[in-house]
């Protein structure tokens, strides 16, 4: 009878470190606490110790493991893990061969392998590992990287290379309990397929209180699986367009309702009318930009623009995205500009490999940069040619790409989630000759957010039910999204239509009027929506 292998829980998988224990914590005494905890897989990662020593860690180590029943993996040492026993090893790229390893190992050894790009997924696969150690997913102070850093937006090729396989995955380098969710939510291929585990060593292993931090992480990755996608909610495909524009009434009346406060990072050109337009829609503008502020914004506002039109303060926009995905707040980020600089890609990668957007939003040529395509071309904040052939198609595949709602902005705009398309077709032709409606579409969608956040906590807030759910942002962000292009292109039709507006210079003020009067029933009446 041929045994079979051991089911494993990849979820928290701890690799030991016993130079990273804090001054006075044993190591088998933070190895039990972190099992108890919620590790649920433990590798013994012993790079100084002489064979003598290994065997003797990693027997004792064994002791403790089996007294949990949490499987043990050894680091690189096949001899090690025949010596006492382990469930099996952990390979390097430099490493024994996989093959060479299956030869001298139990049949129903797990092995596993790091992989830094879609090639060595492929090979590993190939190879016939159980599972693969993917990343680095940002830089640490535990290990000296000998590959570049993949950030959790590189994780998606390397996760579809797995599609159609049983071949497991973790996301390895930097992660804590303050990246962790982030890490789970935006590490997903195309196609769905996301991560089985992360892989910690410091946020754990440098931990007095070793217990608790692995029972944080654990929590964390056992919320997200119990709901492991959209953190937005999805139409079902008969979801007709009048209920969209009642839900964005009713997202109107609830900024107007709980005068949210939108914490808008954006560039100087548009501050002013950035702000009256914040104003206009029944919610409060905070413009900061300082480091040191962000921490508290975090706590008490609404939601968060990034918009780097001008980007000043790349640190004030990475610190302000970490403290809103901690406080489960939505993120607008307006790449404005995106393809005009290689300092512009740059910092946008930067940005978005640091925290998760909720919502990006942008033209037909900011998005296409961001995607690296290159059908459409830009000329500084413009898109240069005729849009995307298949811009349904376009969107729904960058959201599912970056885990985001997707604003597409032209003369026709398109939202999704990557599962629904959103066509908006309202707009005049005055918004593309005053300076930063664009800004504006983005300040509103921010608006609409900070409404749809603070209603859904209000809801939650009588329903414990659903408190401890995994959510990056709570509320229906595609309405929201919806919501926040139409009042624009709603509010600018009404005013262009005004007797008093004669031109570009008259319709701005008229514009921020016809904001500051808009109702559920104007949305309701005068927007254009179709559900694709």
């Not at 043990?72 to 790229?93: E, K, P, S």
């Not at 139990?106 to 090979?123: D, F, L, Q, R, Y």
């Not at 502020?293 to 039109?309: I, P, R, T, Y």
């Not at 740059?346 to 925290?355: G, Q």
Request: proline share 4%.
């Amino acid at each position: 009878m041929v045994e079979s292998k051991l089911s494993v829980d990849y979820s928290l998988y701890l690799v030991t470190g016993r130079d990273l224990l804090p001054n006075g914590k044993d190591y088998l005494e933070s190895l039990e606490e972190s099992i108890q905890g919620g590790v649920t897989l433990v590798q013994i990662r012993e790079k100084h110790a002489d064979t003598g020593e290994f065997l003797q860690i990693a027997r004792a180590s064994k002791e403790i493991c089996r007294r949990y029943n949490v499987p043990i993996l050894i680091n690189d040492r096949v001899d090690i893990a025949l010596a006492i026993g382990a469930d099996g090893v952990h390979l390097g790229q430099t490493d024994m061969p996989v093959d060479v390893a299956r030869k001298l190992l139990p049949s129903t050894a797990i092995i596993g392998m790091t992989c830094n790009t879609v090639e060595h997924v492929k090979k590993a696969v190939e190879d016939g590992v159980d599972y693969v150690g993917i990343g680095p997913v940002w830089a640490t102070q535990t290990k000296k990287l000998t590959s570049p850093v993949v950030g959790v937006r590189g994780l998606g090729p390397l996760l579809e290379a797995l599609e159609g396989t049983d071949v497991k995955a973790v996301s390895i380098a930097g992660i804590k309990s303050t990246n962790a969710l982030h890490c789970l939510h935006g590490a997903v291929s195309i196609y769905g397929r996301s991560l089985d585990g992360l892989a910690v060593v410091s946020d754990i292993v440098a931990s007095t209180d070793p217990y608790n931090a692995a029972k944080k992480i654990a929590g964390i990755v056992q919320a997200f699986k119990a709901s492991p996608l959209p953190c937005f909610s999805t139409f079902p495909p008969s979801y007709a367009s009048e209920s969209v524009k009642r839900q964005v009434g009713e997202l109107l009346s609830a900024v107007k309702r709980f005068s949210p406060l939108v914490h808008q990072i954006t560039n100087t050109v548009v501050t002013t009318q950035s702000a009256n337009a914040t104003i206009a829609l029944g919610a409060s503008p905070i413009m900061a930009t300082a480091p040191e502020e962000m921490g508290d914004l975090g706590k008490v506002a609404g939601s968060l623009l990034v918009n780097f039109g001008t980007i000043q303060n790349l640190d004030g926009m990475l610190v302000a995205g970490f403290n809103y995905n901690l406080k489960r707040k939505p993120v607008v980020f307006d790449p404005v500009g995106i393809g005009a600089t290689t300092y512009r890609r740059t910092s946008a990668t930067t940005l978005l490999n640091a925290w998760q957007a909720t919502v990006i939003k942008g033209n037909s040529g900011e998005l296409a940069a961001l995607a690296n395509s290159q059908e459409v071309q830009a000329k500084g904040v413009d898109s240069v040619g005729q849009g995307f052939a298949d811009p349904v198609t376009f969107v729904r595949n960058l959201a599912r790409k970056e885990r985001a709602i997707i604003v597409l902005t032209g003369i026709t705009d398109y939202v999704s989630d990557g599962t629904t398309v959103v066509r908006l077709s309202n707009g005049h032709p005055y918004l593309g000759e005053i300076t930063g409606s664009g800004c504006m579409v983005g300040t509103a969608v921010a608006t609409f957010c900070a409404g749809a956040n603070l209603a859904e906590e209000a809801r939650r807030s009588t329903n414990a039910d659903t408190a401890g759910d995994a959510k990056l942002v709570r509320g229906d962000m595609l309405v929201a999204a919806v919501g926040g292009v139409l009042a624009i292109t709603v509010a600018s039709e009404l005013a262009a239509a005004r007797a008093d507006v004669q031109g570009s210079g008259t319709f701005l003020p008229a514009l921020i009027d016809e904001l500051g009067a808009l109702t559920p029933e104007k949305l309701a009446t005068y927007g254009k929506v179709d559900v694709m």
